[in-house]
């Protein structure tokens, strides 16, 4: 069976490596390329590329999808969808999610990758019935970890309990690259006996091992991996796309990449890559095998966002102090998978435990909202003791977090009229508050009426106001 590809050095190797900072012209100019490469699709938005846009390149991501699905029409354009949180690190109301769905794949998007980041079930359904509705491929993504109940057991379960939902396909997400060679040949053979969907399995080089956890899943009969173009492989990104090309030639996994291509598209890529060094984008910390990873646990998106955090207040030199903090607050926390935004909430949180005086002794918002059950269930039960500490006896909820939002889509049309252009612009507002109003003041040359009040939310995760 031959085995497909998603390259994602458009959205995940650049978001892993050098935060998300590629600009709309650098991947214009690798699309065409890729496009005539023979992948099963490109992963080319969703995760950080949103926020990133808006915020730091003064880009719309919208536009973005649009000039990219014109440069593509041979291959399915794939995205990452974080449940009811959308791209955002909040929930969102139902119609938000719903309308966000419909936009992606009006404007491009034919796979939908969605994940929540404690695998709560209950934060897919929005997304998972919008991606139906409106005509799309939906794959629901399993974040994958380690912790004494996150057995293959769990994930077969799991599985059987999307498949149910009407998912297209399944992926285990192991955003951290912990996942180990025999381990991935037991899960993935488990799933192919207990459920009918195609298996893609998506890991991080970052600990030195996912060439090995590829083949393994391989044998076991996986259907997709994820890989990325050689200049943004390796570190805390994906495991390079041509090396699986000369691994799986002439084999019945070969899945007919065509290499003299791949190799234009390196070349041009290189440049890109070299200039992110020479600026100081691209951190080469990052492009380190780390296999204490296996250890701590902590993905590539996180790991690159923790090294701008400490290098922004001279605190390098505590970097392995907050590693080894990353687990023993993740089972406080009773074992959350580490993947956006709970990957940033217990990044800052270590952080804040090693430069204060006592663990805990500072707490973000969002981890009392954690606390609180406003993410979601926690895979496993949350220290009682740091329960008591931080949130009293308030009410911990036990129902989707989404089900106390109230509709906003129409409150913001009405808000926006005159100034939000189209509902794309209001979902930007919708999801990035001042920092899209901003940018599209900029972009119109026009502000909202002053009777308006400006809706914004938001919160603080490394350090940084989203």
């Not at 719309?60 to 399915?76: Q, V, Y």
């Not at 991606?131 to 109940?149: D, E, F, M």
């Not at 959350?336 to 430069?355: E, K, R, W």
């Not at 973000?364 to 500490?389: D, M």
Request: proline residues 5%.
């Amino acid at each position: 069976m031959a085995v497909k590809i998603v390259e994602t050095s458009m959205r995940d190797g650049h978001q892993s490596l050098m935060a998300t900072r590629m600009t709309t012209k650098d991947i214009l100019s690798i699309i065409p390329d890729l496009d005539k490469a023979g992948f099963h699709a490109l992963e080319v938005w969703g995760g950080a590329t949103f926020d990133a846009c808006l915020r730091f390149l003064d880009e719309d991501p919208w536009e973005r999808l649009r000039e990219i699905k014109k440069l593509a029409p041979n291959t399915k354009l794939q995205m990452l969808f974080r449940g009811q949180n959308i791209l955002g690190y909040r929930h969102y109301p139902d119609d938000i999610v719903d309308k966000f769905v419909q936009k992606s794949i009006e404007n491009g998007i034919d796979i939908i990758r969605i994940f929540d980041a404690l695998n709560d079930i209950r934060n897919l359904k929005s997304a998972v019935d919008a991606t139906k509705k409106y005509g799309g491929h939906c794959q629901i993504a399993l974040s994958y970890t380690t912790s004494p109940v996150h057995t293959i057991e769990y994930y077969v379960n799991l599985a059987k309990e999307v498949e149910a939902m009407g998912a297209d396909s399944l992926c285990i997400k192991d955003m951290a690259g912990i996942l180990l060679p025999d381990d991935a040949y037991n899960l993935i053979s488990q799933l192919k006996k207990n459920t009918k969907l195609p298996i893609n399995l998506h890991g991080h080089a970052t600990a030195g091992i996912m060439q090995a956890t590829y083949i393994k899943a391989i044998e076991a009969g996986v259907d997709i991996i994820d890989t990325a173009l050689s200049p943004l492989s390796g570190g805390t990104s994906q495991v390079a796309t041509e090396s699986f090309h000369y691994i799986l030639k002439n084999t019945i996994h070969d899945p007919k990449l065509n290499i003299e291509i791949l190799n234009e598209a390196a070349s041009k890529l290189t440049v890109i890559k070299d200039k992110a060094l020479k600026d100081g984008i691209l951190n080469p910390k990052a492009l380190t095998t780390n296999p204490s990873i296996l250890l701590y646990q902590v993905p590539g998106g996180m790991l690159s966002n923790l090294m701008g955090q400490l290098r922004e207040q001279n605190l390098m030199d505590d970097y392995e102090k907050v590693l080894k903090e990353v687990p023993i607050v993740r089972k406080d926390l009773g074992y959350p998978p580490l993947v956006t935004p709970i990957s940033q909430m217990v990044g800052t949180q270590a952080l804040m435990n090693v430069i204060s005086s006592s663990p805990y002794k500072i707490v973000s918002k969002e981890i009392k909202e954690y606390l609180h059950g406003l993410y979601g269930k926690a895979p496993a039960k949350v220290n009682s003791l740091l329960l008591s500490k931080i949130i009293g006896k308030d009410k911990v909820i036990d129902y989707r977090p989404a089900d106390d939002l109230q509709p906003e889509f129409e409150n913001l049309k009405k808000k926006y009229e005159g100034f939000a252009q189209s509902d794309e612009d209001l979902l930007s507002i919708a999801l990035f508050g001042k920092v899209a109003i901003a940018f599209l003041e900029k972009k119109y040359n026009q502000k909202p009426k002053p009777k308006q009040e400006i809706y914004a939310f938001s919160v603080t995760i490394g350090g940084e106001t989203k």
